[in-house]
């Protein structure tokens, strides 16, 4: 398992140690060293570790540490100047223990005694720590118990450390291990430790405290292939820490012009901090001075309560205000209610105040609270507990098997009825199986021996029956569970014919489906059914081990499950529940309850066989009461041969006052009395303004689009003009997202805060997620805001206004930190006020609404439509969770109508529409990128977008019919596919062909795109040789890279400029022409540096198109994002431009001495000077972001930019383009 995992990985440095025989400690069996060089010699140490001895698990997390401070070499070497170093010398000096608290200094003798064994010696060993960046990890395998002592400064190192595994790996986490590796600029950096555990065989509190503490995971494993997938968990997660920050940096600045002005954004890692700052440009269009810091100006706001915050409550209906812990004081009223509220307590729903009641991840989920019953007939004794079901209060109703009857408890056990018993009557029962309860908590009763379905009242009021035996529609045959969706339709599963019924409210038969059998919608003896509170049906299918999903008519949405004991596995699953959040709870024969999400990724387990407390004997039915926070979360067991029913519950709401709740609120809003050592011990933090990575900052001012008066456009009193000209002076705003939970939007004068927006979509109870977990002192980085906002005026209705008129809409997305967007009104910047909440937020529209749409890392446009609807038009992003769909998988373009959400409903041909690919599937899931919307014939209405995929793909997709129905992807396939290791991530940018003349309804538009990912962990190390590319669509499809015409680079006399070839195509003796009978679509050119690839956008200029590429493999260790070259080249050819393009030596004028460069002609052929195609981008500041192009200046900040006089400006040729105000997607640039 080890091996397979080490198989996965490159690029990473390893080592092996193990359990000493000799020291009560660890043995260094291998040390640090490159994995990709010395797979051999890891292999073979892992693979002569033989099993055998005792498990002093304290002695070697010691020993290692010991290890990465070093045990022999030079003294204090600081950073390693080589990459591949493995080997660093020692530190020598003191090691200061809880350095964020109350710091002590230790010498490295105290902290830790001893040194691991190289086989019967102590190791000799340099430490492996050799840059200030470098992240290091210990990943701890057991089948035994830890034992040991910790050293005295390290013993009870947290008030939560019980043991000294735990203190150990806390230290370890906390501790700078080599002090002397320092930043570049002397500045302190942590070189700590991180440890993950996985029990073999073993359960353990303990190892799952110890990765908690210690920065890691916890898994367990019982079989070689849990080991594999826990050690590939840990894989994957490690990589994630290891380049994250990598990745995000390529996106970490971005920049607006608005006036003199400039704005953009930065973010630190060390403290996960962000900023937007702006600055002032100089006379000739340079950065200046900082004019204010968004962050600063948020930090020194004297009083949180007064910032304007709001959030979506999706809610249909609010719940009661929650009073836990003062049962005689009145539960003040709620003020929650469905769409835009204030972010205040009382205005929050139940769900939403469950995620800030949350307790910290290391806190537990369900545990065992209590139990009541005993075999007997007696009441309160069971015969047999068979099922279990709760009403909207919280009482339990048991079926009791063999006693034949409905007992009835309180929430706590206490019994305050029965019903039933044997007899012929309505009211008797005969060996009652499977129990559910409606929304007006009438209880329904399946009975197998009678082949009958009775309907009770609370109070066991006999109300009717449906079945009786037989096959015939109306009739049942072995019914064994029953379920009742919100508009009271009565489901019920026939074991033995391997289907479900199901009955509207009065018993008349409404539909079937199932047949027996191992596909999609056949079954094998089902046994329970549960329904949640969308009305998506689970049904266990009981011998096939898995869980099927539907909906209420019956089509199947999905599965999950095989045979087996690993999590989402199953033996004989046997109870189903679903709780308020939508998460499924699974009980299995064989006495273990799984808990999944919707989709059916696995969350958590518990349960073993046994009769002690939380152990179970064949377990039976299972229910979930979803209390809020007042009556909080509780789980019920049918304990079927224990004779006893159990009930668990979550700490989070068991034992916690609603005040943590407001405290996290107020913490969120900017309250930092509980912070650090303070109070509730929060989080600490170093500013209020979150990391902003993905986010480019968004300026709002005065309208500038050109819209049009008349076409299908409004005209008169509503005409954009008289919009325009209303808000010539309306305030200017500045938006971003970041993750803090919060888009911010700040006065573009000042930079004060004017408004922030919590989307509702983000609000989570569990571990590790939702806006509690930003409090968390444990908390480690995740995205929440992620993503660059979109801003446009469109004609529309609203909240407040069933007519039409013209808004300023912003349409937000997620990105990496969810799958979802929203939508709000900020045409009125002096209305941002927390009383105008359910105007200023339109909706909100995530997964929740179609699992079809993945995190949204591309960003939406807003166009007019030809069926003259507004709408907002983007990819369905990546890693959607659809599964058995028709479309499951593919990359698909959205169409989300401004309007349609406005009734917090989102109806698909109604609301929205999604236009597939065909390319993708579950198994080789395909996403679409932000795409570009055309305007193909002057309208400003769209009917044309193009958009890349992951797989390789360009797509045109046609919008031009007035009906919905008839928009689809051109020809039914991709415009261009290149090479499948080439995704494409940018949006494509569109110009028309200078050269050619449309005929008929020809398109004859330029596409340019480059390829490449740099999303996820592992991305920086691949190597595929990646593509900028320029397609011509003339209305052909089908085109691969053979249809283009392949550019190539020359070989220039400078090491820091590149020049293409600009005859390239008369030398091919090819043209656009006569493109399909030898002539080329367009020209692609394969970029040189290994790993160098297109992660930012194109931007067309003058004839020219301008793009960066990033190469991130930096020589020197820690340098921030690699490099990357700044590109122009011939938008139709690829090749160098004939004349000088922009200034390449920097000397303040463009001409043909400094910025050209000579090439030799061909036999017969004069040579001539031609301008650079790239320059290097070469900065302290990392590698190149996107390029903006404002007048003559390309501006060019890197991905380590945090000061506007750091942003890169490079002089362009004057152009004869009269470019002026802000391109909106509409212009085509015309020749």
């Known amino acids: 398992a080890a091996i397979a995992l080490l198989e996965s990985l490159a690029k990473v440095r390893v080592g092996v140690g193990s359990f000493s025989r000799y020291n009560f400690g660890g043995e260094l069996d291998q040390e640090v060293v490159d994995l990709d060089s010395n797979r051999t010699a890891i292999y073979r140490a892992i693979r002569s570790l033989r099993p055998g001895g005792g498990t002093p698990l304290v002695g070697t997390l010691q020993h290692m540490g010991r290890y990465f401070v070093g045990l022999g070499g030079p003294a204090n070497p600081g950073n390693h100047g080589s990459a591949s170093c493995t080997k660093n010398g020692q530190y020598r000096g003191p090691l200061t223990l809880h350095p964020d608290q109350r710091p002590r200094n230790f010498s490295v003798s105290k902290v830790f005694p001893s040194a691991p064994n190289k086989g019967r010696s102590p190791a000799r060993a340099q430490s492996p720590i050799c840059h200030w960046c470098q992240k290091n990890f210990i990943i701890l395998l057991t089948d035994g118990w830890g034992w040991g002592s910790a050293s005295a ?43 993950y555990t996985i029990g073999f065989h073993t359960s353990q509190s303990l190892l799952k ?56 954004t930065t973010f630190n890692t060390e403290h996960w901090t962000g900023d937007v700052i702006a600055g002032t440009l100089d006379g000739n269009g340079r950065p200046d001075r900082k004019k204010w810091s968004a962050a600063e100006q948020l930090d020194s706001a004297s009083d949180p309560n007064g910032r304007v915050m709001l959030t ?12 836990p812990g003062k049962p005689a004081k009145k539960a003040p009223k709620s003020k929650a209610r469905p769409g835009g509220i204030p972010f205040r307590w009382d205005f929050l729903s139940t769900i939403q105040q469950q995620d800030l009641l949350k307790q910290s991840a290391s806190s537990g989920n369900f545990v065992f609270e209590h139990k009541w019953g005993r075999s007997g007939s007696g009441s309160g004794s069971f015969g047999l507990p068979f099922d279990v079901a709760t009403d909207r209060n919280g009482n339990v109703y048991v079926a009791d098997y ?30 009652p199986v499977g129990l559910a309860t409606d929304n007006d908590d009438n209880v329904y009763v399946a009975q197998h021996a009678t082949h009958t379905i009775k309907k009770f009242s609370s109070a066991g009021t006999f109300l009717g029956s449906l079945g009786g035996y037989g096959m015939e529609d109306d009739q049942l045959y072995y019914p064994f569970d029953v379920a009742v969706d919100s508009s009271g339709n009565i489901y019920v599963v026939e074991l033995q014919n391997h289907r479900i019924k199901v009955f509207d409210s009065a018993g008349r038969f409404l539909r079937k489906w199932g047949t027996k059998g191992k596909g999609n919608s056949q079954f094998w003896h089902p046994n329970r059914i549960a329904i949640d509170q969308g009305d998506n049906v689970y049904i266990s299918d009981y011998v096939n081990h898995r869980i099927q999903k539907f909906d209420t008519n019956g089509q199947f949405l999905g599965k999950w499950g095989t045979y087996g004991s690993g999590d989402g596995q199953f033996r004989y699953p046997y109870g189903v529940a679903t709780d308020g959040s939508g998460n499924v709870y699974v009980a299995e024969y064989f006495n273990r309850v799984q ?135 309306r305030r200017g705003v500045v938006m971003a997202g970041a993750n803090d939970g919060v888009l911010h939007g700040f006065a573009a004068d000042s930079g004060k805060e004017l408004l922030a927006y919590l989307p509702g979509s983000l609000f989570s109870a569990a571990a590790s997620e939702g806006y509690h977990y930003l409090t968390d002192s444990d908390y480690s980085h995740r995205y929440y805001v992620d993503g660059t906002p979109t801003v446009a005026d469109a004609f529309i209705r609203s909240h407040f206004s069933s007519a039409e008129s013209w808004r300023s809409v912003l349409v937000g997305i997620e990105g990496a930190g969810g799958r979802g967007l929203f939508a709000l009104d900020v045409t009125n910047p002096s209305k941002f006020d927390e009383s105008n909440a359910g105007d200023l937020v339109l909706w909100e ?40 769909t028709p479309t499951a998988g593919q990359a698909e373009l959205f ?95 569109v110009v028309r062909h200078r050269a050619m003349v ?38 052909d499809g089908g085109l691969h890279r053979s249809d283009l015409v392949e550019q190539v680079f020359l070989k220039g006399k400078h090491a820091d400029g590149r020049i293409t070839d600009p005859d390239r195509w008369q030398n091919l003796k090819v043209d656009y022409k006569q493109a399909g009978s030898g002539d080329r679509y367009g020209w692609y050119l394969d970029l040189p540096d290994a790993g160098e690839r297109v992660v930012t956008d194109a931007r067309y200029r003058d004839g020219l198109v301008f793009f960066n590429t990033l190469v991130p493999s930096d020589p020197r260790p820690c340098a921030a994002g690699g490099t990357g070259w700044m590109m122009s080249v011939d938008a139709f050819t690829g090749g160098s431009p004939i004349t000088p393009a922009f200034d390449f030596d920097e000397n303040g004028a463009i001409d043909a001495d400094g910025d050209a460069e000579y090439i030799e002609g061909k036999p017969g052929k004069k040579g001539k000077r031609i301008g650079y195609a790239g320059k290097k981008y070469i900065s302290k500041k990392g590698a190149p972001a996107g390029v903006s192009i404002i007048g003559d200046n390309r501006y060019t900040p890197g991905t380590g930019t945090d000061e506007a006089s750091e942003i890169g400006v490079d002089a362009l040729q004057p152009t004869s383009e009269p470019l002026t105000g802000r391109l909106s997607w509409e212009q085509l640039l015309r020749e």
């Open 153 to 195: 400064p390290l013993r009870n190192y947290c008030p939560t450390c019980y043991h000294p595994l735990i203190s150990v790996a806390a230290a370890l986490n906390d501790i700078d291990l080599r002090p002397d590796v320092d930043k570049f600029d002397g500045s302190e950096a942590k070189n700590n430790l991180v440890t």
């Open 209 to 264: 405290e110890t990765a908690n503490k210690g920065g890691g995971l916890y898994f367990e494993a019982d079989n070689e292939t849990e080991l594999k997938a826990a050690f590939a968990r840990i894989g994957a997660d490690i990589l994630a820490h290891a380049s994250g920050s990598a990745a995000a940096a390529t996106f970490s600045t971005s920049m607006l012009k608005t006036g003199t002005d400039i704005y953009f």
């Open 312 to 323: 979506w409550n999706s809610e249909a209906g609010a719940s009661a205000a929650l009073c």
């Open 402 to 431: 063999n006693n034949h009857l409905v007992q009835k408890f309180d929430i706590n056990g206490n019994f305050l009825l029965q019903w039933g018993g044997l007899g012929s009557a309505g009211s008797n029962l005969h060996y």
């Open 595 to 729: 808990k999944f999400d919707a989709a059916g990724n696995f969350l958590e387990k518990w349960g073993s066989t046994g009769s002690g407390d939380g152990q179970f004997r064949y377990l039976r039915g299972i229910a979930v009461y979803d209390g809020g926070a007042c009556k909080g979360s509780s789980f019920f067991v049918a304990d079927a041969y224990n004779y006893r029913i159990q009930k668990f519950s979550t700490p989070s709401r068991s034992a916690v006052s609603a005040d943590i709740g407001k405290a996290r609120l107020e913490y969120l809003r900017g309250d930092r009395s509980n912070e650090g050592k303070k109070g509730y011990q929060f989080r600490e933090r170093e500013s209020l303004m979150g990391d902003i990575i993905h986010s480019s900052a968004v300026y709002v001012g005065a309208p500038t689009l050109k819209w049009p008066d008349g076409g299908k456009f409004p005209i008169g009193a509503n005409a954009y003009s008289r919009f325009a000209r209303d808000q010539k002076s």
């Open 845 to 884: 529209f995530n997964s929740s609404d179609d699992q079809h749409l993945g995190y949204t890392l591309a960003r939406p446009t807003v166009a007019l439509l030809p069926n003259g609807r507004w709408a907002a038009i983007f990819g369905n992003g990546y890693q959607h969770t659809a599964m058995v």
């Open 895 to 989: 169409v989300l109508y401004l309007d349609g959400g406005l009734d917090r409903k989102w109806t698909e041909k109604k609301d929205y529409l999604r236009i597939p690919t065909g390319a993708g599937s579950p198994a080789k899931r395909n996403g679409l990128a932000t795409p570009a919307v055309i305007d193909t014939d002057g309208d400003q209405v769209a009917d044309r977008v193009y958009a890349g995929d992951l797989q390789g793909n360009l797509w045109a997709f046609d919008l031009s019919s007035d009906n919905q129905d008839d928009w689809a992807v051109v020809h039914g396939g991709p415009l261009f596919s290149g090479k499948a290791d080439q995704p494409i991530t940018v949006r494509p940018e």
């Open 998 to 1035: 449309a005929k008929g309804n020809q398109p004859n538009l330029m596409i340019f795109f480059g390829t490449g990912q740099y999303l996820v962990a592992g991305d920086n190390t691949s190597r595929d040789v990646q593509t900028f590319y320029g397609v011509w669509d003339r209305a």
